[in-house]
């Protein structure tokens, strides 16, 4: 037996729940990969999910034996476990049980594809150990002729780890926002003499995934500024410490530049930096064509050399003859010949959207109550939400029975009439079969306010088959929305194949409606899919795809996709009012194209 590195860090840093529940995770899979019984290795994973919803921090309660105990499905071993993982920072029959078993069974059961058994195999009968001795395993011919393994389901895991490998480094927005958010925070709560402390780059972009964080401030005492950026709880090393500009890493693995300039350089530099660099070369070009030279200070006129500084990057395009252009569009893909016409979109912002469209609670498998949901759709600021727990096919997530379904409808109903500030609607995300089918029969189905559909299973069907079942699917008269068309997982699992200008067509034709999913994880439709999208005039709805209260902000990262794709509210369901929306519902599928027109017109 080998016992080389794992991706997997030897032992936890400091054990958080998240990273004891990780622990347990990884034991239930070792567990598996070494043949154990299923009883054995699912107290492991139980604990596991059990870890990841307690509201309490397991390391200030590991000497009260008691409470541990409480905890479902917490016994001897569990407990004893968790102690030592909170007190020591490892535990020991992990470390042990990862020296018997071949390296990199953990960082191949990554993949999807690859269970537990086929990474045992993988690496036992073919020194397999990595995700690039995977692929070159796949390629080579090799891999495939593992037992219950074949060509195909070889080439669709060789996808999935392409679209691993294809994003490197690089981090999701939904992980660099929020920590990006912290630091500007923390900075401005250890400095308060900063001005305009903002970040640039591909996050104020919007990109779905991020190189590294560009930040940008104004201060009188830029050293005073880097000497409290670089003190920061969250910096792990400090790569570069200038007078002016400063380059850190964060514990998450996260990149961050903070650069501090006068401020009459403000806006010029907060031009340079948002990029794209694309935009940006773009952008000097037109300026020299009008005797300027764009520079991080300003405009220097090239005739007299006098340069002349800005207070706005709207300034800016303005003297450059254009019109302003939200970050979200400088990608250098027809935003100057727009803004040149005049014709750049109104784009969709996040105060205007009204309702959430996609959510689930603990009757499937999300982790709250239908209440306390609603609760928090309200708190951040919806005046709708769709309560649109799984159909019955989706056994993994507690999938609801036609009974079920219709108790969950009146539970809704219940809750509508006794909550103050937000309406509810009846709903389902339902399966998708396999040959374009719904989960539920039609009476069912026309009893809800609001029908999701979703590819949940047979997701490495062929292009052609594909297409025709959610094409079949669109021609539903119930199914209103198809939601996260491509099932994509950012960085971890690649879209399922189709071809989806036929998609978008189809929809347009039977009325049907293309989410933009919200989820942090999904991002689906993403940004190319809803430019196109726009331009077949498809219409969209953006859910939030909540399992815990706090998703309901990830609204955010949708509306963040929507704008790159160049969409309008005009163009999105859940912009309407709870009136208008009813009204939509209401209308018969081959109208409501036509409904959202007029809605564009109006406004
Ligand atoms: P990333 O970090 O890979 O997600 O993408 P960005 O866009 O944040 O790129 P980054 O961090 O390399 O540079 C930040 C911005 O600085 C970039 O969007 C535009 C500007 N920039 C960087 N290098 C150049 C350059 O060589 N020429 C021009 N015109 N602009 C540049
Ligand atoms: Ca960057
Ligand atoms: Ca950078
Ligand atoms: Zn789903």
């Not at 960082?107 to 537990?116: C, F, S």
């Not at 996808?159 to 958010?181: C, D, F, K, V, Y």
């Not at 300003?298 to 300034?315: H, V, Y």
């Not at 009146?410 to 719904?438: F, P, Q, S, Y």
Request: with cysteine.
């Amino acid at each position: 037996m080998t016992q080389a590195e794992d991706a997997v860090p030897p032992s936890v840093k400091s054990a958080s729940n998240r990273d004891i529940a990780r622990v347990f995770t990884d034991i239930a899979t070792l567990l598996q990969a070494r043949g154990d019984t299923i009883f054995k290795t699912r107290a492991y994973s139980r604990a596991a999910d059990t870890i990841d919803n307690l509201q309490f921090e397991l390391a200030d309660a590991a000497d009260d034996e008691d409470r541990l105990r409480a905890i479902p499905g917490f016994g001897d071993a569990i407990v004893s476990k968790v102690q030592e993982l909170v007190r020591t920072g490892r535990l020991e029959f992990f470390e042990k049980l990862k020296a018997e078993m071949p390296a990199g069974i953990l960082e191949l059961t990554q993949v999807p594809g690859i269970g537990p058994k086929t990474a045992m195999r993988a690496a036992e009968g073919l020194g397999i150990h990595s995700r690039e001795q995977l692929a070159a395993s796949i390629e080579s011919g090799q891999f495939e002729q593992l037992p219950r393994m074949g060509k195909k389901a070889a080439q669709n895991i060789l996808r999935h780890l392409n679209t691993r490998m294809s994003q490197g480094e690089r981090i999701a927005i939904g992980t660099a926002l929020p920590e990006a958010e912290r630091v500007m925070a923390a900075l401005q709560a250890a400095c308060p003499g900063i001005r305009n402390l903002t970040y640039a780059g591909s996050l104020r972009r919007h990109r779905e995934t991020i190189g590294d964080v560009d930040m940008l401030c104004s201060a009188d005492d830029p050293g005073a500024v880097m000497d409290a950026f670089s003190s920061l709880t969250a910096v792990r090393n400090i790569m570069a410490k200038g007078e002016t500009k400063s380059m850190v890493v964060l514990d998450s693995g996260l990149q961050v530049d903070l650069r501090v300039v006068p401020d009459a350089a403000f806006a010029a530099t907060l031009l340079y930096f948002t990029g794209s660099k694309e935009h940006g070369i773009r952008l000097r070009d037109r300026a020299i064509n009008r005797g300027l030279s764009l520079n991080e200070y300003g405009a220097t006129d090239t005739a007299t050399g006098k340069t002349e500084t800005f207070t706005s990057e709207e300034q800016i395009y303005q003297r450059l003859g254009l019109p302003y252009i939200p970050p979200e569009l400088r990608e250098d893909s027809g935003e100057l010949a727009a803004a040149e016409r005049g014709e750049l979109p109104q784009l969709i912002t996040l105060a205007d959207v009204r309702g959430d469209l996609h959510s689930h609670t603990d009757w499937t498998d999300g982790r709250a109550y239908i209440e306390d949901m609603a609760n928090a759709a309200k708190d951040a600021g919806f005046e709708y939400l769709a309560v649109t727990d799984h159909s019955k096919s989706a056994t993994v997530a507690n999938g609801l029975s036609v009974e079920r379904l219709a108790e969950h409808n009146e539970a809704v109903r219940v809750l509508d009439n006794k909550l103050d500030g937000i309406h509810l609607l009846t709903g389902t995300e339902m399966d998708i079969l396999i040959d374009g089918k719904m989960d539920y029969p039609d009476d069912a189905l026309a009893e809800l306010d609001i029908v999701l559909g979703s590819i949940h299973s047979y997701m490495d069907q062929d292009r052609a088959t594909m297409t025709a079942r959610i094409i079949t699917a669109m021609q539903n008269e119930n199914l209103d929305i198809i939601a996260h068309l491509t099932t994509r997982l950012i960085g971890k699992r690649a879209p399922v194949e189709l071809d989806f200008d036929a998609i978008c067509k189809a929809a347009v034709e039977t009325g049907t409606v293309l989410e933009i999913n919200a989820s942090t994880q999904r991002l689906d439709l993403k940004d190319l899919h809803i430019r196109r999208a726009m331009d077949l005039g498809v219409i969209f709805s953006i859910g939030t795809d909540s399992h815990r209260m706090h998703q309901f902000v990830d609204a955010r990262y949708g509306v963040g996709m929507a704008r790159r794709g160049w969409c309008t509210p005009q163009r999105v369901i859940n912009t309407l009012s709870h009136a208008d929306f009813l009204r939509f519902v209401s209308t018969p599928k081959s109208g409501r194209y036509a409904f959202m027109d007029r809605y564009e017109h109006q406004s």
